[in-house]
């Protein structure tokens, strides 16, 4: 199994920066792909960004050149650098990991007020 906390959510104000960090512990060994998802208030959950365990990212259209997603693979770490954030960036933020099938974080909550 692997677990996955999420941390560094919160209320911040349009044009803000906020980092996202998840710390994977468990039976971390072999994961390949690492992701942010977001599910909007209303909303489906969507893939923000994704990296794979050369380095190789993703970053879906709406956060191009806004949000940089990274890992530390010496501290099971994955980051997710979000800047010049909009208030439909609103949203709980997932951490995702892929072994041989996916697991998940519980969320933390990224509030953009305009």
């Known amino acids: 199994q692997v677990q996955l906390v999420e941390s560094g959510g919160g209320l911040v104000q349009a044009g803000g920066s906020l980092r996202l960090s998840c710390a994977a512990s468990?039976?971390?060994?072999?994961?390949?792909?690492m992701a942010w998802y977001r599910r909007a208030p209303g909303k489906q959950r969507e893939l923000v960004a994704s990296?794979?365990?050369?380095?190789?990212?993703n970053y879906a259209d709406a956060v191009k050149g806004r949000f940089t997603i990274s890992r530390d693979n010496a501290k099971n770490t994955l980051y997710l650098q979000m800047n010049s954030l909009k208030p439909e960036d609103t949203g709980v933020y997932y951490c995702y990991a892929l072994k041989l099938y996916p697991f998940w974080g519980q969320g933390t909550q990224v509030t953009v007020s305009s």
């Open positions: 990296i794979t365990s050369g380095g190789n990212t």
């Open positions: 468990g039976n971390i060994f072999s994961i390949t792909n």
